[in-house]
């Protein structure tokens, strides 16, 4: 007889011993509502969607523990009472839930007469219920242990109540979120996907079980985690881009799908090969250990394989994709432009075509008076006032950034700044015409901000933006600080060569000076000397000359000269040097041989670079005995002529080598410095001026020398 009433049980409930695990995963489930729901409720104490939301996700807590109740054999009057809680939660959650999306969109008031009526259908169910006349007894679903029946009739109207009050709460969601921008619209759009996803997992699994129709209760499984990304969308002042989420998500369910196939075509060929290797038990059980493993591969996945979360994105959502590799491409570029106002220039165009922002503002400290002033924009019109685009050290603005060393955003000033702070930004922003403002860090200082205007599709400021903004914002700082520790650098070294051409002036000068002075001392004694007269004419034109010379010399050192940069083939160059000097090679019987090594392309100042050949042959005519020889010859090299490591660059290398003495070691060194000279007649600015030149093209001027078997010069230009 016991066999026969454990067989009619298992025909009963064939799924019985799957109870326990339902009744865990459900109580799971409470627990993650209540937490959920106690979270949002702190987070948005201050609003009305908050302890109306937090309210409404710890009574769906009491529900789904209540709800376990189902998978465990009780007595018929404990399932019973058990049953009715359950069900007057779910009567009570709705209207509470209808309550809490008129306050996400602030239209309680808007909306009173409709939750009002939710509250009375909710009154209305709760005295069916507890009077007797909605439930009729208990029936017996094929995944639980029992279930309530109720009366026909009065399930009609709790059908209505269980759907009619979500659905119209979605589409006032849906309604506003087409109205809303930015911040709002994200967190209305997770919310309503949010809310579906709940009850597609509760509600439309538990109202087609009066109707006979089994489902199992595999929502649960979803629910924790459509709870928890509830409770993020709501505490969160910061949301990551939706489209990242259905990327993310779409990676998941692939990754899940694989997992169920992989595991189904290997229990079904067990089945198929050994009918009886394994039960109906052991099936199950196999199955939910691959969907477990699934779950651990579906969660590990992008952290392990962040390149696939990565290509799922930008296979699904190419487009929005292409600012952010824009950007993460300026990063890199920052390094390669020379000058501040070329690297804040590039990063404002970039930012405002790429992000497709109303504007885009750069404003850096003022070292002097400490405000912050425009540097570079992008998309000011005729109507803005330059000048008025500053923010001042002690503006809100300014101290908000210093002490929270994050971006400001309009749209999160509600969750992150008291009332009368927000005012101030709120003010300060709007004068601005920004919605963000990103600061510049630089060794616990702001250095200054970078500010963004709405985007043009009104979309918010997404987690990946801001992240990747302040990347941009601390390279913008650290570009900025190495331009001015190099124009500061650039600026000593001028300085100091303009103290050794004053002091080479004035050594210069001195001499021809005291002669002069000589002579019109002894301009009155000799007046009528006529010998003296001519030297004194002499001298003093001479030593004139002399003058003029080296102030034309230092003229050309110190003054950037006007270039007209064109392709000129380095063979020409030559010879056309060569031609200029051949008069002063002739008259010391010089041999000149050529070494040419093809006919490269550089793009250059031809009078400059013919100064400059002509000033290297010119020496090396000086350098050679009579009857020395001279060797010209071009080619191209790779090297490292600036001393930043690139070994890569191509240069057309020209060089002018003599047979001479050599240059002494000592003096080496010394070569390129102004008014350095081993000649008696020399100025000593020759070499000065045409290393400038040449640095002036990109290049440089190296020397080699052995004493007592000659010298040579290269010219090194960059080749086309």
């Not at 400038?692 to 007592?708: F, N």
Request: glycine fraction near 8%.
């Amino acid at each position: 007889m016991a066999k026969m009433v454990g067989l009619a049980q298992e025909l009963r409930n064939p799924n019985s011993s799957m109870n326990p695990l339902f009744y865990c995963l459900v109580l799971v489930n409470a627990a993650a509502s209540a937490s959920a729901g106690a979270a949002v409720w702190w987070r948005n104490r201050s609003k009305p969607v908050g302890p109306g939301l937090g309210l409404t996700m710890i009574v769906l807590g009491v529900w789904a523990g209540c709800f376990a109740q189902y998978f465990l054999p009780l007595s018929p009057r404990s399932a019973l009472l058990w049953g009715k809680w359950t069900l007057a939660m779910s009567v009570l959650n709705l209207p509470l839930f209808f309550y809490s999306m008129c306050a996400m969109v602030e239209q309680v008031r808007a909306y009173r007469g409709w939750i009002m009526a939710s509250y009375l259908f909710c009154g209305v169910l709760w005295l069916g219920l507890w009077s007797g006349s909605l439930v009729t007894g208990l029936s017996h679903p094929t995944y639980m242990d029992h279930y309530l029946r109720c009366h026909r009739g009065w399930y009609t109207v709790l059908a209505l109540h269980e759907v009619v009050w979500p659905v119209f709460g979605e589409c006032i969601l849906a309604v506003n979120a087409l109205r809303s921008r930015g911040y709002q619209r994200t967190q209305l759009l997770y919310f309503m996907v949010a809310s579906i996803i709940v009850f597609l997992t509760t509600t439309s699994i538990i109202v087609p079980l009066e109707y006979s129709i089994d489902i199992p209760p595999f929502g649960f499984l979803l629910l924790p985690i459509d709870l928890a990304f509830l409770a993020y969308v709501m505490v969160k002042a910061r949301l990551a881009d939706y489209n990242v989420v259905i990327a993310r998500v779409f990676l998941y369910v692939v990754t899940m799908v694989i997992i169920a196939l992989v595991s189904l075509v290997f229990i079904g060929g067990v089945a198929l090969v050994a009918p009886g290797f394994m039960n109906e038990k052991q099936l199950m059980f196999s199955f939910l250990l691959a969907m477990g493993i699934g779950v651990g591969l579906m969660i590990s996945l992008p952290k392990l394989l962040p390149r696939a979360e990565r290509m799922m994105q930008e296979r699904l959502f190419a487009g929005r994709y292409g600012y952010q590799d824009a950007l993460s491409g300026l990063v890199r570029e920052l390094s390669t432009l020379p000058t501040i106002e070329e690297v804040l220039g590039t990063v404002v165009t970039t930012l405002h075509s790429q992000m497709q922002v109303s504007r885009v503002l750069v404003l850096l400290q003022d070292p002097l008076s400490g405000n912050y002033r425009l540097q570079a924009e992008s998309g000011l019109g005729p109507q803005d006032d330059v000048e008025t685009l500053l923010l001042k050290e002690d503006s809100p603005i300014v101290k908000w950034l210093q002490d929270n060393r994050d971006a400001l955003v309009r749209d999160e000033m509600a969750r992150r700044a008291p009332a009368w702070l927000r005012e101030q930004l709120d003010a300060e922003l709007n004068r601005l015409k920004v919605a963000i403002g990103v600061p510049m860090i630089l060794e616990g200082h702001l250095a200054g901000l970078i500010c963004l205007g709405e985007k043009l599709s009104h979309e918010m400021f997404f987690v990946g933006d801001l992240r990747l903004l302040g990347t941009l914002a601390t390279e913008v700082a650290l570009a900025v600080k190495y331009r001015r520790m190099d124009d500061e650098v650039t600026r000593k070294n001028r300085l100091i060569e303009l103290g050794t051409i004053a002091a080479g002036v004035a050594h210069e000068i001195r001499n021809p000076l005291a002669s002069i002075k000589t002579f019109a001392q002894l301009m009155p004694e000799r007046m009528d000397d006529p010998e003296f007269k001519n030297e004194f004419s002499k001298l003093v034109l001479k030593d004139v000359d002399r003058i003029t010379k080296v102030i034309e010399s230092m003229l050309a050192f110190a003054r950037p000269a006007q270039v007209n940069i064109k392709e000129q083939p380095a063979n020409e160059l030559i010879e056309e040097a060569i031609l200029l000097v051949q008069p002063r090679l002739k008259g010391k019987r010089i041999e000149l041989s050529r070494e040419f090594h093809g006919n490269p392309i550089v793009n250059v100042d031809k009078h400059q670079i013919l100064q400059v050949l002509v000033n290297l042959l010119s020496n090396a005519a000086d350098a050679s005995h009579d009857q020395g020889k001279i060797r010209v010859a071009t080619g191209v090299s790779q090297r490292d002529i600036n001393g930043d490591g690139n070994r890569n660059q191509k240069f057309t290398v020209i060089e002018v080598a003599d047979n001479g003495s050599g240059i002494p070691a000592a003096v080496r060194n010394r070569l390129f410095d102004p008014f350095f000279t081993t000649k008696k007649e020399g100025t000593g600015l020759g070499l000065s001026i045409s290393q400038k030149i040449v640095r002036d093209h990109g290049g440089a001027i190296t020397v080699s020398s052995v004493e007592g078997k000659g010298t040579s010069f290269q010219v090194n230009l960059p080749l086309k």
